[in-house]
């Protein structure tokens, strides 16, 4: 363990060393192309009762490539990297308590026998007036990029680091394979479509995603909202409980996120999935506060407080329960700090119950 937190220390030097020596977000070699990325580092310690404590550390480097030959047309490659998995592949519980792409995440990604390259796509835009229009993509694509975003509790760099309070585990989101997207906006609404062909999933068999999006832009006395509708379905390649039969997947999910002053604002993920297939959890309720460092003088930091709630699946796991609170420390505008606690609770039906806290620290340099 000391091992790995002095490891940790020396990134995290490095990491404040390379954001205040570089004063940019992105690197723009001219008008049209340009270079971005994140380099974070993580160490988290668990205490649970019904497992070994242990703790464990990793790093990931994300870059993104971008070119825009015209105002309309965009082309993107992203790149990642990672050395180690953190406790993704020692700890218990059923849900990843940091849910970034970690080493095994960038290497075969979806039995493709592609490492490192996340996504590349090129994407047209239709303008139809000055508040309507239509976004077409299409290459290698990450679902999560269209559908269930959310401003408060959508990105495990700069917000909440569990999986089940990133995205709804429940709606099964593919990411990094073939498809295309379609985004259309006017004034206040936007609806988005996605389909993807995968590779490959947990049980080696190639199939289809399609998530359909519609949202919503309210603006009040209090600040924006956002109230998102999805849903999602693959082909039949998934094994049944029995594990005999092929089945497909559906599900129905809510996102919403409301401003609540210029200090607050607050979040709720609803939803369910059918249990014709083998899954982990049929339902979430997930809900949360999210605390800007307005509060106490600071613009760049922030902070947040959820909660998760999912049961319902059909494989030996009966209710999975999460309590996680943030708060996140910016350096400056291009580095941060994260001190962050979880408690988790596995309950299953035949097995003895897993829970415990998961103690958290995390730096990220964007640029």
Not at 255 to 284: C, H, V
Request: with cysteine; hydrophobic share 40%; proline share 2%.
């Amino acid at each position: 363990m000391r091992n790995n937190i002095c490891h940790l220390f020396i990134l995290f030097l490095t990491l404040a060393l390379l954001a205040f020596t570089f004063d940019c977000y992105a690197l723009e070699i001219n008008g049209q192309f340009s270079i971005s990325g994140i380099l974070a580092g993580a160490y988290q310690y668990q205490d649970v009762d019904g497992d070994d404590d242990l703790g464990r550390g990793a790093v990931p480097l994300q870059l993104a490539l971008t070119y825009a030959p015209g105002e309309n047309d965009v082309f993107s490659a992203k790149f990642g990297f990672a050395a180690g998995n953190g406790l993704i592949d020692r700890t218990g519980f059923a849900l990843s308590p940091w849910t970034a792409d970690l080493e095994d995440d960038t290497r075969d990604i979806n039995g493709r026998n592609r490492d490192y390259l996340l996504t590349a796509w090129y994407m047209h835009r239709f303008e139809f007036g000055a508040e309507s229009g239509i976004s077409v993509t299409g290459g290698i694509i990450d679902a999560t990029d269209y559908l269930d975003e959310n401003t408060y509790s959508n990105d495990e760099y700069t917000q909440f680091m569990n999986e089940a309070l990133v995205n709804g585990p429940n709606a099964f989101l593919p990411s990094y394979d073939i498809g295309a997207s379609l985004q259309f906006t006017h004034k206040d609404l936007a609806l988005s479509g996605v389909l993807m062909h995968i590779g490959e999933n947990d049980t080696g068999n190639s199939y289809n995603f399609y998530g359909l999006q519609l949202g919503y832009t309210i603006e009040t006395f209090l600040g924006p909202g956002n109230y998102r509708m999805l849903v999602g379905a693959t082909s039949n390649d998934f094994l049944d409980p029995s594990g005999l039969a092929q089945e497909n997947r559906k599900c129905l999910l809510f996102s919403f996120d409301q401003q609540f002053g210029s200090n607050y604002g607050t979040w709720l993920r609803m939803g369910t999935q059918d249990d014709a297939a083998a899954i982990s959890y049929k339902n979430i309720y997930s809900g949360g506060i999210y605390i800007s460092g307005q509060l106490w003088g600071r613009q760049n930091d922030n902070g947040g407080i959820g909660y998760a709630h999912l049961n319902g699946g059909n494989t030996g796991l009966d209710t999975s329960r999460v309590l996680e609170a943030y708060i996140r420390f910016g350096l400056n505008d291009y580095l941060a700090f994260t001190m962050d606690i979880q408690y988790m609770n596995d309950d299953y039906e035949i097995a003895e119950k897993i829970k415990g806290f998961i103690y958290g620290l995390r730096m990220a340099a964007e640029f």
